[in-house]
DNA sequence: ACGGAGAGTGTACGCATGTACACCCAAACA
DNA sequence: TGTTTGGGTGTACATGCGTACACTCTCCGT
């Protein structure tokens, strides 16, 4: 055995805070390759998280005070990612022929990159802890409000008072999230199903909208 | 302490069967209880279900391998639910007046009413055991077939190729589920709350009916 | 240069869990 | 009638968990 002083194993000589960082971000990242696993973050016990991290268990308490501090964390991630899918949408150009289509595709793809946290949200969204699920509600109900809130300024569906406009995103969204699910449990590399699946995700976006503009319509003619 | 021959606790002279068919029932209906207050079913141990069933751990094993094997039976008696839901649904008038707004509310009833069955489904459908979530799944794909089928024997969207009715059937039923989950986890007796979120739930079929509508118009027309 | 702070460690405790095995005893059957 | 069957019991064990406490050692401010 080497002697003790700098010895071979503790390689970076960082700061004291960065490397508290450091270990806090093994630890989320511990609890997201046990969900990438299959397994379920309600599931998951601090001593799993801290031995996958590489992590005396003591040690998760420097960090957070329970599991759910943790789950807590990862649901900010996921508001923020939301939050860019927004931001990213809002880039792109307004009413090409054929927006709709490339939408969700780009969605899907934004999903699938995203994988670990839509697998999160999917399945903690019901299930599990009641603080985590009304933590990703909130999360949930801003992407829907900001949602709204773009339609008014690009000046969709003008007519509609703000309760039904933002139920229509509301619908939206809980579709975009049934979708994220399927794509997310379908068997890897089938291109195939996968695109049947997306097709009918843009038939079911086609659907709401079309309902929308009727809405819409009947209250312009009023 | 009185003599063992048929002693004071033990009270039905109940042939041997129907003895294990009740406590058989008292463990199902401990998880049901569980669940009602507030746990989530993947949380339970077969020890905890054993304890408030009355009963030693071990007599578990008599009746179900493991905790998800109960799941399954409970999931069983969900499809149960679901058929009679749409049997009753069959047999109400087609098409007075407000008809949806009825449906809805008959609907809303149906779910306090099985309150527990909803509860279980919404929240296992996502997370807790693979087994389990694909069990309910089924299910869900079986209501929404037959619900497809009742809509081509009343000759509704006529029109419309059988992948898109099952597409139109599938974004009712993920409506029917969310508006569940919504009113479940609504306190009790807020009943402006509940009258607001009931006629969410109206607006939002009516949406996909516009919708599904204007799909089968244009099929029609060319 | 020294002292304190604080991230990470090691050991230990109490508790709940799933499961195995031997057992009891009333009902079912011969 | 005697024998078998099988639902329910009691005891026991290994395992994993969350957490408490005392510790080390290194970085950082003085």
Redesign the interface.
Same mark, same amino acid.
């Given at each position: 055995m080497p002697p003790r002083k700098t010895a071979s194993k503790d390689p970076e000589p960082l700061p004291r805070s960065a490397r508290k960082d450091l270990t806090r971000a093994k630890l989320l990242q511990a609890a997201r390759t046990l969900m990438g696993e299959?397994r !379920?973050f309600? $599931?998951l016990g601090l001593r799993e998280i801290a031995r996958e991290a590489g992590v005396v268990p003591n040690a998760f308490y420097r960090h957070f005070r329970n599991t759910d501090e943790l789950g807590l964390v990862l649901v900010e991630e996921v508001g923020i990612t939301l939050r860019r899918l927004l931001r990213e949408a809002r880039k792109m150009d307004v009413a090409p022929r054929d927006m709709l289509r490339r939408s969700v595709s780009v969605y899907l793809e934004y999903v699938k990159l995203n994988r670990l946290q839509f697998v999160f949200i999917? !399945?903690?969204? $019901?299930?599990?802890s009641?603080i985590l699920r009304l933590a990703i509600r909130n999360d949930v109900t801003h992407f829907t409000n900001e949602m709204a809130q773009d339609f008014r300024m690009r000046g969709l569906y003008a007519q509609l008072p703000t309760a039904?406009l933002q139920?229509?995103c509301?619908?939206i969204v809980?579709?975009m999230l049934?979708a994220a699910?399927d794509v997310l449990d379908l068997p890897p590399d089938q291109a195939l199903l996968e695109a049947e699946m997306s097709e009918?995700f843009v038939?079911?976006l086609?659907?709401?909208?079309?309902?929308?503009t009727?809405?819409n319509d009947a209250l312009t003619r009023s």
């Open positions: 299959g !379920s309600t $599931s999917s !399945s903690e969204r $019901s299930g599990g009641r039904s139920m229509v509301g619908m809980m579709t049934a699910t009918n038939q079911q086609k659907i709401i909208l079309f309902g929308a009727r809405l």
